[in-house]
């Protein structure tokens, strides 16, 4: 089963039709919540600079992102939407621009009162994270419910879970210059997660014909400039194995999987340079 949602195809299988419309409605309504391409959207509020009431949902993903951030040491942010904006990655819907205000960039959370206010142009975007963050609670919730196996694939992003006496799930991971797979995963029974970023598949040129992407380094506000085409993470949590992904593109196949190795000692990666050398690494 399939829906377009999220800027993304979401890609069920495992799961009866009942369970499958419950993911697909909740999928739904995180697109709703957080999407930076909708004025209306609880992000397209928050940024247009006013202290904005905001619903539970948004303010449990904004907390985990910021956890995420602290964690990282900052190689992962949820604060990037003005540096996407000044890129050429902007939303269509004028009310859902970053507003311009002036002043030191800080965010304002109120989570007695619930608002959120976003000052010196700063806006969120929490774009893949909560894309990963939301079919991992999706896959959690039908595993407590009883459901002994499924998958839930969000563009790449995806967990699965199975029994011991379930045949394996196979999963490819795309070479992101094409041609043969990267590799064939077959997860062990339990849930695994898997994400991947990449800099080729969001990726436009600029006026001035410069290659651009959508993968920020916060360090630079700049797309990635890193030897790292792509990265795949496989480990037990998809918001966690999102934000290594995306840190792992940024520090390149060097430095990258080092830094995951000290985060988080159980993940599996995989990378792809420049030149299309694809190498592995993990337990």
Same mark, same amino acid.
Request: hydrophobic letters at 40%.
């Given at each position: 089963?399939?829906?377009?949602?999220?800027?993304?195809?979401?890609?069920?299988?495992?799961?009866?039709?009942?369970?499958?419309?419950?993911?697909?409605?909740?999928?739904?309504?995180?697109?709703?919540?957080?999407?930076?391409?909708?004025?209306?959207?609880?992000?397209?509020?928050?940024?247009?600079?006013?202290?904005?009431?905001?619903?539970?949902?948004?303010?449990?993903?904004?907390?985990?992102?910021?956890?995420?951030?602290?964690?990282?040491?900052?190689?992962?942010?949820?604060?990037?939407?003005?540096?996407?904006?000044?890129?050429?990655?902007?939303?269509?819907?004028?009310?859902?621009?970053?507003?311009?205000?002036?002043?030191?960039?800080?965010?304002?959370?109120?989570?007695?009162?619930?608002?959120?206010?976003?000052?010196?142009?700063?806006?969120?975007?929490?774009?893949?994270?909560?894309?990963?963050?939301?079919?991992?609670? $999706?896959? +959690?919730? !039908?595993?407590?419910?009883? #459901?002994?196996?499924? &998958?839930?694939? /969000?563009?790449?992003?995806?967990? *699965?879970?199975?029994?011991?006496?379930?045949?394996?799930?196979?999963?490819?991971?795309?070479?992101?210059?094409?041609?043969?797979?990267?590799?064939?995963?077959?997860?062990?029974?339990?849930?695994?997660?898997?994400?991947?970023?990449?800099?080729?598949?969001?990726?436009?040129?600029?006026?001035?014909?410069?290659?651009?992407?959508?993968?920020?380094?916060?360090?630079?506000?700049?797309?990635? $400039?890193? +030897?790292? !085409?792509?990265?795949?993470? #496989?480990?037990?949590? &998809?918001?966690? /194995?999102?934000?290594?992904?995306? *840190?792992?593109?940024?520090?390149?196949?060097?430095?990258?999987?080092?830094?995951?190795?000290?985060?988080?000692?159980?993940?599996?990666?995989?990378?792809?340079?420049?030149?299309?050398?694809?190498?592995?690494?993990?337990?």
């Amino acid at each position: 089963m399939r829906e377009h949602i999220m800027g993304t195809q979401v890609f069920l299988a495992g799961l009866v039709p009942s369970d499958a419309a419950t993911v697909f409605a909740w999928l739904r309504r995180v697109e709703r919540t957080f999407s930076r391409f909708l004025g209306d959207s609880d992000t397209g509020r928050v940024n247009g600079g006013e202290a904005v009431e905001v619903s539970e949902l948004f303010l449990v993903a904004l907390a985990e992102a910021v956890r995420h951030q602290e964690g990282s040491g900052g190689l992962f942010s949820p604060w990037l939407a003005a540096d996407m904006a000044r890129i050429g990655y902007t939303p269509a819907d004028p009310r859902a621009a970053v507003a311009r205000t002036p002043g030191q960039p800080r965010a304002e959370i109120d989570f007695d009162r619930r608002t959120v206010r976003l000052r010196g142009g700063l806006g969120v975007d929490l774009g893949g994270f909560v894309k990963g963050w939301s079919v991992q609670r $999706a896959a +959690d919730t !039908l595993r407590s419910q009883g #459901v002994g196996r499924g &998958l839930i694939d /969000a563009g790449g992003d995806l967990a *699965c879970w199975r029994s011991p006496s379930d045949p394996p799930w196979r999963i490819g991971v795309e070479h992101p210059l094409g041609g043969t797979p990267v590799a064939t995963l077959e997860p062990p029974a339990g849930l695994t997660a898997v994400a991947t970023s990449s800099v080729v598949r969001r990726s436009w040129d600029d006026e001035g014909g410069r290659r651009m992407h959508h993968l920020i380094d916060p360090r630079t506000g700049l797309p990635s $400039a890193s +030897d790292c !085409l792509q990265a795949t993470v #496989v480990t037990a949590d &998809l918001a966690s /194995a999102e934000v290594y992904a995306k *840190c792992v593109v940024i520090l390149g196949t060097a430095a990258g999987p080092a830094w995951l190795a000290s985060r988080d000692p159980s993940a599996r990666w995989i990378t792809v340079d420049r030149d299309g050398t694809t190498t592995e690494g993990g337990p």
